[in-house]
C-alpha cells in the first residue's frame, strides 16, 4: 500500500521561503512520478508542480513557475517543494501525489494523495 506523507508547512510571512518534504511508503519510490497539488479554501484542487522517476523532467503550474523548485532524492525515498518569494494567494493545503507512470504523462489524475500540510502566507 502506497503510503505519502508530507511535512514542513507552517505560517510564513509574504516574500519568505518554506520547503516541504514528502516521505513515500510502499513501493519503489524511485520508478514512478511525483507531484504537488494544492488546494485554497473554497477552490478546487490545482496542480502545482510534478518530477519524473529520475528527477530529470520537472512540470510546473503558470502560477508557481519561477518561484517554487521540485526535486526528490530516491535514495531517500523523498520529494520535495522548494517555495520562495511566497505570497498570500498561495496560502492553501499542500498534498503530495503519486503517479502510475514514470514521466506523469497522467499529471491532473494521480492515483496517490498524502493527508496533506498546511501552508499559510500572511501579509
Known amino acids: 500500500q502506497v503510503q505519502l506523507v508530507e511535512s514542513g508547512g507552517g505560517l510564513v510571512q509574504a516574500g519568505g521561503s518554506l520547503r516541504l518534504s514528502c516521505a513515500a511508503f510502499?513501493?519503489?519510490?524511485?520508478?514512478?512520478?511525483m507531484g504537488w497539488f494544492r488546494q485554497a479554501p473554497g477552490k478546487e484542487r490545482e496542480f502545482v508542480a510534478a518530477t519524473s522517476w529520475s528527477g530529470g523532467s520537472t512540470y510546473y503550474g503558470d502560477s508557481v513557475k519561477g518561484r517554487f523548485t521540485i526535486s526528490r532524492d530516491n535514495a531517500k525515498n523523498t520529494m520535495y517543494l522548494q517555495m520562495n518569494s511566497l505570497k498570500p494567494v498561495d496560502t492553501a493545503v499542500y498534498y503530495c501525489v503519486g503517479y502510475n507512470s514514470r514521466y506523469a504523462s497522467d499529471y491532473l489524475s494521480p492515483p496517490y494523495w498524502g493527508q496533506g500540510t498546511q501552508v499559510t502566507v500572511s501579509s
Open positions: 510502499g513501493r519503489t519510490f524511485s520508478s514512478y512520478a
